[in-house]
């Protein structure tokens, strides 16, 4: 049973194509469901399948908004979004479960990015890097850091 009453969903553009990027998303996933209920959605990517990349992206952006739940405290993955160290998201998750926030949904959109529907109703427009990262590699990276700051709220030593 998770200790946080939370729900966290990943909601994420295209499959995972490259086996390196599986194993690592299965095991932070894994372990975030420790600390709150998790779930990974993947979502029909629209690049490369004969549309402009702005049709595609947009495409993307209506199976999203259909994916979405009204009330959800939505995180958009955004290059243009905030940073965050690792600390200021352990502040701002504890932040949010104190205000009675109890689902969360994080997005990354595919090969180009997200359309900018999502990124407009996105609460948080959230910086992994200032570099550009494959989408697949930001899901790691980001399943790893909520991994670590739930094990920090919960007091466990996996900080350094």
């Given at each position: 049973?998770?200790?946080?009453?939370?729900?966290?969903?990943?909601?994420?553009?295209?499959?995972?194509?490259?086996?390196?990027?599986?194993?690592?998303?299965?095991k932070?996933?894994?372990?975030?469901?420790?600390?709150?209920?998790?779930?990974?959605?993947?979502m029909?990517?629209?690049?490369?399948?004969?549309?402009?990349?702005?049709?595609?992206?947009?495409?993307?952006?209506?199976?999203?908004?259909?994916?979405?739940?009204?009330g959800?405290?939505?995180?958009?993955?955004?290059?243009?979004?905030?940073?965050?160290?690792?600390?200021?998201?352990?502040?701002?998750?504890?932040?949010?479960?104190?205000?009675?926030?109890?689902?969360?949904?994080?997005?990354?959109?595919?090969?180009?990015?997200?359309?900018?529907?999502?990124?407009?109703?996105?609460n948080?427009r959230?910086?992994?890097?200032?570099?550009?990262?494959?989408?697949?590699?930001?899901?790691?990276?980001?399943?790893?850091?909520?991994?670590?700051?739930?094990?920090?709220?919960?007091?466990?030593?996996?900080?350094?």
């Amino acid at each position: 049973m998770p200790f946080f009453p939370l729900q966290i969903r990943l909601l994420a553009v295209g499959k995972l194509r490259d086996s390196i990027w599986a194993p690592a998303v299965t095991k932070y996933g894994q372990r975030l469901q420790n600390y709150v209920k998790f779930d990974l959605v993947e979502m029909r990517d629209a690049v490369g399948k004969g549309l402009p990349d702005s049709a595609a992206l947009a495409e993307e952006g209506k199976t999203i908004v259909q994916t979405l739940e009204s009330g959800i405290y939505l995180v958009a993955l955004d290059r243009q979004g905030k940073p965050f160290s690792s600390e200021q998201l352990v502040q701002t998750l504890r932040k949010l479960i104190d205000t009675g926030i109890r689902k969360m949904d994080f997005v990354i959109g595919g090969a180009v990015g997200l359309d900018h529907t999502i990124i407009a109703k996105a609460n948080l427009r959230l910086s992994l890097s200032a570099m550009t990262l494959p989408h697949e590699l930001a899901r790691v990276v980001l399943l790893e850091q909520l991994y670590r700051a739930f094990a920090i709220l919960r007091g466990e030593p996996y900080h350094k």
